[in-house]
């Protein structure tokens, strides 16, 4: 009886569970056949979509190198539709070569299953192409017979870069021992997606949007990358005790390690403000480390000496570097020197444990280096410059404890034809006095605009050797120099032929006779004189300027000035 029912228990058992299953195996079936039916009727729409936008006709776009500028936590790319030309040019992926490929050409004929697997495949069919935009090589078979639908193929090579293209198909095959079939007329080309890149710069950037492969190419075509904040935001209002602890070195590397491989062929890029990196981000650089020329980490507190030995190691073709407020030391400065030969430009400002032994190291393995910015460091004196190359042509050493001998050392590479000694230590104003007074015994003959403002201690004699010692100065400001009295400006009228711009501004010993006696009746090439003390200052100087209508007397102060190709 036990084992009857029983037995009609497991009986009733089965079949419930039977049916249950069968309505849920249904649901499933219906729900996948909708998506189906869905996902297949946008990848249509979309297909459809794609071929109409490039029968489209758009005023065309300026092409050329463009910068990206990141703005984290937005899409990345801001792009409206604008236009693409009648018909998509296609280049060269490679090297950005015109191959000529048109889109007008492209065999859509059989749109539909066959096309989407070539696509999924990463090839496009063409009925014709420009033959004189590429280098044709026959593949040979030993075989009269070929399984192909097509009888023998035809490597198309790019003719600039020699980077694979495509097939050129026809009905005949090339024969071992034989002559090659260049007669025979081609049926079909067939080319790579990521061997092409769209010519205009607007076609490349729309059609990212559209297809994975074409984001591709625009990523590997994308040279500089600009970060404005840092890579995370955390929400702190939300946080609770309860929260998980978030590993911020982790998070910002993975961040940083996504961006870096989706761009692999960047030659600039800048960190700056980015204060959750670290030196364990700058791992991720041996992405791109290989082309990298340009590396800005402004303000990145986490950078130390650790994390510029990776910089040295992953970018061996560094050219430029900012370090503005980061925690290195001469340490990490000599590393890079020895591994960067090719660097050209460095910013240290504010890098207060540098000192001279870190500038000597970067002076003498950087043969190469043209511009060096190490305002407020206060252990610098300038010593570490002695010997340094010819092509030192840009110095700014804002607020430093420079010494005479320093000086020299900057101005030993004879090159020097900008100098920036504004603001000096207090102390140091005595010293800085004999220093400058170098500049007129023939280590600064190349010097074009030299700032020392605000240097009270500078006298007449300094002035006088500095005007006789400089013959190409430009530019000259003199702000809030207090020690140059008549005989300096004396000096600077009779010997400053090529004097340009002069800064005056706050000078307490610059009188009416200075004005008319030096600076009016010398300077013969003076178009520009800033002076701001005051309103009855500069109605005298306009005044006084009256019979050279070519000077122009401006009531403002200019702090920061230099050559134009500094300023970046």
Request: charged share 20%.
């Amino acid at each position: 009886m036990i084992r009857t029912r029983l037995l009609w228990f497991g009986v009733g058992f089965s079949v419930a569970g039977a049916a249950v299953s069968r309505l849920i195996w249904r649901d499933i079936g219906i729900d996948r056949y909708a998506l189906f039916s869905d996902v297949k009727q946008k990848f249509d729409a979309l297909e459809a979509r794609v071929l109409n936008l490039e029968a489209v006709s758009y005023p065309k776009s300026s092409s050329g190198p463009y910068t990206l500028r990141v703005v984290l936590f937005t899409p990345p790319f801001h792009h409206q539709w604008e236009c693409f030309e009648s018909h998509l040019i296609n280049s060269c992926g490679n090297c950005g070569y015109p191959l000529n490929l048109s889109s007008s050409n492209r065999i859509t004929s059989g749109i539909g299953s066959q096309y989407r697997k070539s696509i999924r495949k990463g090839s496009i069919s063409f009925l014709s192409v420009d033959l004189s935009r590429f280098t044709q090589v026959d593949e040979v078979n030993c075989f009269p017979v070929s399984w192909s639908r097509y009888g023998s193929k035809t490597k198309l090579l790019c003719r600039q870069c020699g980077v694979h293209i495509g097939h050129g198909h026809r009905d005949s095959p090339t024969l071992c021992g034989f002559n090659s079939s260049a007669g025979t007329p081609y049926k079909k080309f067939t080319t790579k997606i990521r061997a092409l890149q769209p010519s205009e710069e607007c076609d490349r950037e729309s059609f990212s949007l559209t297809c994975h492969r074409w984001l591709y190419i625009q990523n590997s075509s994308v040279q500089s990358l600009q970060f404005k904040r840092s890579l995370r935001q955390l929400n702190l209002s939300s946080s609770s005790h309860s929260q998980p602890t978030l590993n911020i070195e982790s998070f910002e590397s993975f961040r940083l390690y996504k961006l870096l491989t989706s761009f692999r062929h960047l030659q600039s890029l800048s960190l700056s403000g980015c204060k959750g990196i670290c030196d364990l981000c700058l791992t991720r650089l041996e992405h791109c480390g290989s082309n990298l020329q340009s590396l800005r980490l402004d303000s990145c507190f986490g950078i130390t000496d650790r994390g510029l030995f990776l910089v040295a190691t992953c970018c061996p073709n560094l050219k430029v570097i900012s370090l503005f407020k980061c925690n290195i030391s001469d340490t990490g400065l000599e590393a890079l020197a020895n591994a960067s030969s090719v660097l050209k430009d460095v910013n240290l400002s504010y890098c207060a444990p540098v000192s001279d032994h870190g500038l000597k190291a970067l002076a003498q393995g950087c043969r190469q280096l043209r511009e060096v910015r190490m305002s407020y460091c206060q252990k610098i004196s300038g010593v570490g410059f002695r010997g340094c190359s010819s092509t030192l042509a840009y110095m700014e050493a804002e607020c430093c404890k420079l010494e005479a001998e320093g000086i020299k050392g900057i101005l030993s590479g004879g090159g020097l034809e900008y100098l920036n000694v504004s603001l000096p230590i207090p102390s140091h104003q005595n010293q800085i006095d004999g220093g400058l007074a170098a500049i007129g015994t023939g280590f600064a003959t190349s010097l074009k605009i030299l700032n020392i403002r605000m240097c009270n201690s500078v006298g007449d004699e300094c002035i006088a050797a500095i005007a006789k010692g400089c013959p190409l100065l430009q530019e000259w400001n003199l702000a809030s120099c207090h020690a140059v009295s008549i005989s300096g400006w004396k000096a600077i009228g009779l010997n400053c032929n090529n004097l340009k711009k002069l800064h005056v501004n706050d000078c307490r010993n610059l009188c009416d006779r200075g004005l008319m006696l030096a600076l009016r009746d010398g300077c013969k090439r003076l178009a520009i004189l800033y002076v701001n003390r005051g309103f009855r200052r500069i109605s005298r100087a306009k005044q006084l300027f009256k019979c050279r209508p070519e000077v122009d007397a401006k009531e403002e102060e200019v702090i920061y000035i230099g050559p134009n190709w500094a300023f970046r």
